[in-house]
C-alpha cells in the first residue's frame, strides 16, 4: 500500500462549510515582511453539507493570493463539478 498522509478534523460532528483539514503554503522567513509572510496558498476540505451515517458531501477549495492572505478562487464539488467560489454559478468543469 502506498504511503498517505491523513489530516481530520477532531470535531465529532460535522455540519455544512466545517474545514476538514488544509494545507496552507507560506514564506514566513521573507525578509520584505508585509504581504510577503502571509500565506500565499491553500488546498483544503470543507463539508458541503451535514455529515451522517450515510454521507460526507466534501468539496476541495483551493485558495491563492495575490496581495493579502490567500483566499478561495476555485472548488471541487463532491460530485465533481468544478466552480469559481467568486460566483459559485458555472461549472467550468
Known sequence: MAQSITL??????????DVLGR??????SETDGGD?????????AIAENTFTNSANPTSIVFATASSETATAKLKVTSG??????????????
Open 8 to 17: 481530520q478534523t477532531s470535531d465529532s460532528s460535522i455540519v455544512a462549510n
Open 23 to 28: 494545507l496552507s503554503y507560506a514564506s514566513s
Open 36 to 44: 510577503a509572510i502571509l500565506i500565499g496558498g491553500s488546498i483544503y
Open 80 to 93: 465533481g463539478d468544478l466552480y469559481p467560489v467568486t460566483t459559485n454559478v458555472y461549472d467550468i468543469g
